[in-house]
């Protein structure tokens, strides 16, 4: 039971290239979500879905989609990399019903130059 | 913004102590949970506290929650150094098409041997 996991671990970019973050879970979860963590800002939601086929906004969507074509994956792509999209991306799922934690992967460490 | 606060933001104390970690929210809440993350690692889901609950335990841990304060505190007893980590809190709270989990900054523990 691997939980989330998260490929690729680190990557570098140069402004302007493409690139989808890849989150797999084996718990059959319904949601799934995408954050990314900067120094002293904790956790922002950039993107989440509710169930295969749906996705919807969080706090920081901007420059980013992701799709959720199968329920055990949710795709994170970022079009046109820019600097200030350095970060450390997490993704995490849970199940549907309330009160109920999330699971995080290790995350994925993106670097642009 | 971030709906949760931590307090202090660092914490150092010696092994055997207690920490204490508060945090802080804005908005109601359906329920609050505590995260840990060990560096270079995901966060890991400690404990969920309910709106309509005031306190909980968990082995070493102890949260309290006032909904009138908007607070919640995290007390680890008998700390280990493998208690170095930083710990989250996170609001869940409604949002359009499900819920939302909104982290705070974070509060960095270190337990020295």
């Known amino acids: 039971n691997a939980g989330v996991t998260q490929t690729p671990k680190f990557r570098v970019l140069k402004t302007g290239q493409s690139m989808t973050l890849l989150c797999a879970q084996d718990?059959?979860?319904?949601?799934m979500y995408w954050y990314r963590q900067d120094p002293g800002m904790g956790l922002r939601l950039i993107h989440y879905?509710?169930?295969?086929?749906?996705?919807a906004k969080g706090e920081v969507p901007d420059g980013y989609n992701v799709s959720r074509l199968k329920k055990q994956n949710f795709l994170l792509g970022l079009e046109s990399a820019a600097p200030s999209q350095t970060s450390v991306y997490f993704c995490?799922?849970?199940?549907?019903?309330?009160?109920?934690?999330?699971?995080f992967g290790d995350g994925t460490r993106l670097s642009i130059l | 913004s971030q709906q949760g606060e931590e307090d202090p933001q660092a914490l150092s104390i010696q092994e055997g102590e207690n920490a204490t970690m508060n945090c802080s929210y804005k908005?109601?809440?359906?329920?609050l949970q505590w995260y840990r993350q060990n560096s270079g690692r995901g966060l890991v889901h400690l404990i969920l506290?309910?709106?309509?609950?005031r306190e909980k335990h968990s082995g070493r841990l102890r949260v309290t929650l006032d909904t009138s304060k908007k607070s919640s505190s995290l007390l680890i007893t008998a700390s280990r150094a493998a208690d170095t980590a930083s710990y989250f809190c996170?609001?869940?709270?409604?949002?359009?098409?499900?819920?939302?989990?909104?982290f705070g900054g974070g509060t960095r523990l270190m337990v020295k041997p």
């Open positions: 995490a799922s849970s199940y549907v019903l309330g009160n109920q934690p999330q699971h």
């Open positions: 718990m059959n979860h319904e949601y």
């Open positions: 879905s509710v169930g295969e086929g749906t996705t």
């Open positions: 506290i309910r709106s309509n609950e």
């Open positions: 908005t109601s809440i359906n329920n």
């Open positions: 996170a609001t869940d709270h409604v949002h359009n098409a499900g819920n939302m989990l909104t």
